[in-house]
């Protein structure tokens, strides 16, 4: 069964960092490519990043360019996103999503992060 | 405001059918494949249909894709109550800023 289960969500400071993590399991997880989707509170879904399978592309919302890093380490089946300089604005609950069958064919359950003095 | 246009709310009645559009552009919808999403309330996503028209194993057959030009429709057929739920056009989009982009979303009541 796949599973993609997040962490790493709290609450932080204006100016501050966040290290997120999914961890992978149920499928071969150096095979597919990988993506973080952000939804602020009542908000619609916002692509944040995106990674293929070997980190040889990546790509980034013009909104997170600069401040938040995607990587991936398929050794330990996991997906991270580094957020740096957080703003309020980026206050969401984050996904990881696989592109399998599909972009999105698998979502996580979600970590929420909150940006606030 | 999102790249991809939807209808902020439709509804329909139980067992009716009922249709979500979805507007983009050359960039997107017209040079890339559309998936759709379900967000039950208080839930993650979930995809409903992927490549313009194709269906993930366990999604029934009352939920339906099309793509012509650069819109695409989410059809659901026989509503049911546990349709509620907030739905979302997504496609690739090969512009300058390439990336994924969703649309705003659509609420689906069923009255």
């Known amino acids: 069964e796949v599973q993609l289960v997040e962490s790493g969500g709290g609450l932080v400071k204006p100016g501050g960092s966040l290290r997120l993590s999914c961890a992978a399991s149920g499928f071969t997880f150096s095979s597919y490519s990988m993506n973080w989707v952000r939804q602020a509170p009542g908000k619609g879904l916002e692509w944040v990043s995106s990674i293929s399978s070997s980190s040889s592309y990546i790509y980034y919302a013009d909104s997170v360019k600069g401040r938040f890093t995607i990587s991936r380490d398929n050794a330990k089946n996991s997906l991270y996103l580094q957020m740096n300089s957080l703003r309020a604005e980026d206050t969401a609950v984050y996904y990881c999503?696989?592109?399998?069958?599909?972009?999105?064919?698998?979502w996580g359950q979600g970590t929420l992060v909150t940006v606030s003095s | 405001q999102s790249v991809l246009t939807q209808p902020p709310s439709v509804s329909a009645a139980p067992g009716q059918k009922v249709t979500i559009s979805c507007s983009g552009s050359s960039s997107n919808i017209g040079n890339n494949y559309v998936s759709w999403y379900q967000q039950l309330p208080g839930t993650a996503p979930k995809l409903l249909i992927y490549d313009n028209n194709k269906r993930p194993s366990g999604i029934p057959d009352r939920f339906s894709g099309s793509k012509s030009g650069t819109s695409a429709t989410l059809g659901i057929t026989g509503l049911q109550t546990g349709d509620e739920a907030d739905y979302y056009c997504?496609?690739?989009?090969?512009?300058?800023?390439?990336?994924?982009?969703f649309g705003g979303g659509t609420k689906l009541t069923v009255l």
């Open positions: 997504g496609t690739w989009d090969s512009s300058l800023s390439a990336g994924q982009v």
């Open positions: 999503a696989r592109y399998g069958s599909g972009w999105g064919d698998y």
